[in-house]
């Protein structure tokens, strides 16, 4: 909508009084100061919320230092606090969530962009992102009710029979536990997958795929050496933005998971993640040191998702510069 | 400007309709007791147009809180406050004790008939991670005439902090000493053994769902959805269910030896009819307060409560306050200054 004589962009913004009178009269300096406080404004909020995390976890970083992210003994009664099986828990379920839905969301997006009739596709996009609108006690409900029976009676009893020599499949088998979870945060969060990811695919350039069908490529190298290399980082994206729904999932998780800090080898046993310890106890906690250790457990799961996107930022530099075909998405 | 003269008119008859002299009441606290809260600052307001009492069922934690930041004119709570809490408080709170409440062992047996009898010691054993298998002697010796399964013990709690954590574990820290030093009351505690459910629902789902489950809900809870449980061995030794008037006896029972303040625990009280794992539930009132009006409002609701109020209990299966309780309580009102 830029008008003919204002063909200065971001990059190239000339200054000066004059130029900015200019600028101001057209309504460019205007809106660029209004997007400006619009976008501080994002990064204030994040500010003040680890400000304020950091303030009121303060008797608890106190009195527990560092090894409050070691310890594995949470006892409000005898006000001993650790974080240990709630990162734990949170990690595991999140790891398991991404194991099932990433495969699976991504040969979904493959085939809706590449392999689908147009209209198919737009069809099953429209539902796959009401799935995505789903409340997440829906999902949470769903797994009480339908999950975990399944999983008590028939999946555990398989998954013992088949692979229970492996520790992570023994133990009695509950239906809830950290498995489930796993499996509920996957269906959670495959929309979100499917749903970026087709969008990615489908903005790959025809030539990329004609460029590989010209060299012989079947229909599938194509798809596969050509359009997803291509679209990697986006599709990363997408499994980055999968991840930070897991590792804040409170209510689903919390129906499922066992609510119980302790940490097992096995995918069986129950166990606990943050934000769902949270969801439990905040409101009840009446101790100032109980309450400082939960705000501290919320200071943690902050971290932990800086830490995680961080990491996927260095991974998507370091498998870009190696030649896929695309320098910026 | 047709459209601007209605929306004065509209305005000015809000105004009219409003009592000037409306008195605005915010308290906040305990989730159990805020069925018949809900119903009695409803009836008040109806009998006192100018009275409005806004409660917001956040938690006993949050409604200590609230009153501790006097952010709500009063509190109220599952659990009695700590003297470490009353000290932090800088000015002096009053217990009123409202109704009461219980809490009940349900199982999930399969092929199993006939209520279960749990003595003191099984139900310590159970959750302690001690007794784990259903035909353990502490829960078959009680239960002659009843098969019970050589099978695992599936336990099953609250995850989320609530006031029938408080009562549970307060029950076992009384009758079991490993209980009190190892794991001790509140309203979420460090549990040796078991598997968490949200709410009452969660722990009753759960429950329902795993067979050789054993699990502890509210007695409302359980009366309104006809969840079976079992007996419980009270402190006279007799084996009682769970009812409204066994937690009402059981407060009876307590009543005797009721300090001052109102804080004390009636797990374990005497008396033949008394449900062991009852408790009362409190409002947490400041003694000093500076609103003559509100101060009025306070007074004579807490009044009500008592006598009126106390009638709507039953009709939500909450348990009545014993007339002696209520007696020393009408006293009490006087300290509101």
């Not at chain 1, 959670?188 to 489908?202: A, G, H, K, N, Q």
């Not at chain 1, 501290?296 to 870009?320: M, Q, S, Y």
């Not at chain 2, 009940?104 to 959750?127: D, H, Q």
């Amino acid at each position: 909508m830029a008008t003919a004589h204002t063909t200065v962009d971001a990059a190239g913004l000339s200054w000066g009084p004059r130029a900015l009178l200019r600028r101001l009269r057209t309504g460019d300096e205007i809106a660029r100061l209004v997007t400006l406080v619009f976008a501080l404004s994002t990064v204030l909020l994040t500010v003040v919320l680890v400000e304020q995390l950091w303030v009121n976890s303060a008797l608890a970083r106190h009195r527990f230092g560092l090894a409050f992210l070691w310890s594995r003994v949470w006892d409000p009664v005898f006000n001993q606090f650790g974080a240990l099986p709630f990162v734990y828990g949170t990690l595991v379920t999140s790891a398991l969530g991404l194991a099932i839905a990433v495969p699976l969301g991504l040969g979904a997006a493959i085939f809706l962009a590449e392999l689908a009739p147009r209209r198919l596709s737009d069809n099953f996009t429209f539902l796959i992102d009401l799935l995505a609108a789903v409340p997440s006690v829906i999902y949470g409900l769903l797994g009480v009710f339908v999950l975990v029976p399944l999983m008590r009676t028939e999946i555990q009893p398989a998954l013992k029979r088949t692979l229970g020599f492996i520790p992570l499949f023994q133990g009695p088998a509950y239906g809830i536990g950290l498995l489930t979870a796993g499996l509920v945060l996957a269906v959670m969060i495959v929309p979100f997958i499917i749903s970026v990811s087709r969008e990615v695919l489908l903005a790959v350039p025809r030539d990329q795929r004609e460029a590989a069908l010209a060299l012989g490529a079947t229909r599938w190298e194509a798809t596969w050496k050509a359009v997803v290399p291509y679209a990697r980082t986006g599709i990363m994206g997408s499994v980055f933005l999968a991840l930070a729904r897991a590792l804040g999932e409170t209510m689903a998780v919390t129906m499922v998971i066992g609510n119980n800090p302790r940490i097992a080898a096995s995918l069986f046993a129950p166990g606990y993640s943050i934000a769902s310890v949270l969801a439990n106890e905040f409101s009840e906690a009446t101790g100032n040191l109980y309450l400082s250790a939960l705000i501290e457990l919320g200071l943690v799961l902050f971290l932990l998702t800086f830490v995680l996107n961080g990491l996927a930022r260095l991974l998507i530099v370091l498998t870009t510069s190696r030649g896929s075909g695309v320098a910026q998405a | 400007m047709k459209m601007r003269k209605v929306l004065w008119f509209a305005l000015l008859a809000t105004l009219a309709a409003t009592p000037a002299w409306a008195q605005n009441i915010n308290a906040a606290g305990a989730t159990f007791p805020y069925p018949i809260y809900s119903k009695w600052f409803d009836e008040y307001h109806k009998l006192h147009p100018n009275v409005q009492i806004n409660y917001q069922s956040i938690g006993s934690g949050g409604g200590i809180r609230q009153l501790l930041d006097k952010t709500v004119d009063f509190g109220a709570s599952d659990g009695p406050m700590s003297d470490d809490q009353l000290k932090q408080a800088g000015f002096r709170v009053l217990h009123f004790p409202t109704v009461l409440g219980g809490a009940v062992p349900s199982y999930n047996l399969p092929g199993v008939t006939g209520e279960l009898k749990f003595t003191p010691e099984a139900l310590a054993g159970i959750f302690l991670g001690k007794v784990t298998k259903w035909n353990d002697p502490a829960i078959a010796g009680v239960n002659a005439g009843i098969k019970l399964p050589a099978e695992d013990i599936v336990v099953v709690h609250r995850s989320d902090g609530s006031g029938t954590t408080y009562i549970w574990t307060d029950y076992l820290s009384k009758v079991s000493d490993e209980w009190r030093t190892k794991v001790g009351k509140d309203t979420s505690v460090n549990w040796p053994v078991g598997l968490g459910g949200k709410g009452n629902e969660g722990v009753a789902g759960l429950v329902k769902q795993t067979p050789y489950a054993i699990g502890y809900v509210e007695l409302i809870y359980a009366v309104q959805n006809s969840i079976s449980y079992g007996l419980v061995k009270n402190a006279s030794g007799d084996f009682v269910k769970a009812s409204l008037a066994g937690v009402s006896a059981a407060a009876a029972g307590a009543a005797t030896s009721m300090p001052d303040d109102f804080r004390v625990s009636i797990t374990n009280a005497p008396g033949k009819a008394a449900y062991p794992i009852s408790s009362f539930t409190w409002l947490l009132i400041p003694a000093q307060i500076q609103d003559a009006a509100k101060k009025a409002a306070i007074k004579d609701f807490l009044g009500w409560m008592m006598t009126s109020g106390q009638q709507l209990c039953e009709g939500l299966a909450y348990a009545k306050l014993p007339k002696e309780v209520i007696a020393k309580e009408q006293k009490a009102i006087a300290l509101i200054q």
